[in-house]
């Protein structure tokens, strides 16, 4: 799974849904009092300027992230002197700065290929000092989705593909499951911080109601566009999935469509 340019997570980072989820991490955090917060795959940087705005008694954020890219936005969005960046892997994470007090994953999990998350994990868990915590959350994971909104996916996927298809393409079925799409359950993600060494490990899945316009910024993330459809042109993908999508909220007469985020957190 590749980043692509013009298809980074920002546009989803943006909405006031993906601002209400990354709060509730931000009040699960409990940063101490001049502490150290490493924002661990900061992508542009909202759950790092959410950390800032919501945790002014911190004494530094350190985020991290793999694009470039996503950095320099992050850098653009934020110029406060308690806020660095750094460029580099969450699985090198303990690599790249720490001691820290708070270690943050903000809907990261998914992009890393299932069998490596748990070094991920292990890495925060070294990276803090004692008696920090780590949390994180996660939209793809094993139970996200409601039974009853099952009929809305089934009907967008149908639509998508008939618009690939006027396209003259379609959907990639046949093909290896892509890294957005290893989901694990919540007790699979409590049982990556156990064998982490973490303790008071607790977990909670909320549900949020997304709009058309949640939906259709979500359509333009690369890794959920390749995830969706197997295709690997991103510009085509994006448009078919957001035209179906369209198609469907019309079809359905729905003006939201709610999904469970998980969050799943620990202390050293």
């Given at each position: 799974m590749t980043f692509v340019h013009g298809y980074e997570f920002d546009a989803m980072s943006?909405?006031?849904?993906?601002?209400?989820v990354t709060q509730r991490l931000v009040d699960i955090c409990e940063a101490p009092a001049r502490g150290v917060v490493a924002d661990v795959g900061c992508g542009s940087g909202l759950a790092t300027e959410l950390l800032?705005?919501?945790?002014?008694?911190?004494?530094?954020i350190v985020g991290i992230d793999?694009?470039?890219?996503?950095?320099a936005i992050a850098r653009a969005r934020l110029r406060d002197p308690k806020v660095?960046?750094?460029?580099?892997?969450?699985?090198?994470?303990?690599?790249?700065?720490?001691?820290?007090?708070?270690?943050?994953l903000s809907n990261v999990m998914h992009q890393i290929p299932a069998a490596e998350r748990g070094a991920v994990v292990e890495g925060c868990h070294r990276l803090l000092a004692p008696g920090g915590r780590c949390a994180l959350n996660t939209l793809f994971y094993e139970g996200a989705v409601l039974?009853?909104?099952?009929?809305?996916?089934?009907?967008?996927?149908?639509?998508?593909?008939e618009v690939l298809r006027e396209a003259g393409s379609d959907l990639v079925l046949a093909r290896?499951?892509?890294?957005?799409?290893?989901?694990?359950t919540p007790a699979q993600h409590e049982e990556l911080f156990a064998a982490?060494?973490?303790?008071?490990?607790?977990?909670?899945?909320?549900?949020?109601?997304?709009t058309l316009e949640d939906w259709e910024a979500l359509c333009r993330y690369s890794v959920f566009v390749e995830g969706a459809t197997g295709i690997d042109?991103?510009?085509?993908?994006?448009?078919?999935?957001?035209?179906?999508?369209r198609a469907t909220f019309e079809r359905l007469e729905l003006t939201e469509v709610p999904r469970r985020w998980l969050f799943v957190w620990g202390d050293k």
């Open positions: 943006r909405r006031p849904l993906y601002g209400d800032l705005a919501r945790s002014a008694h911190v004494g530094a793999p694009s470039r890219h996503e950095l660095s960046f750094v460029h580099g892997r969450a699985q090198d994470v303990e690599s790249l700065t720490g001691p820290v007090d708070v270690a943050v039974p009853r909104t099952r009929p809305f996916y089934a009907q967008w996927l149908r639509a998508t593909r290896s499951r892509p890294v957005a799409m290893e989901t694990l982490a060494g973490f303790s008071r490990i607790k977990s909670e899945e909320a549900v949020y109601a997304w042109d991103p510009a085509l993908g994006s448009e078919a999935l957001t035209r179906g999508l």
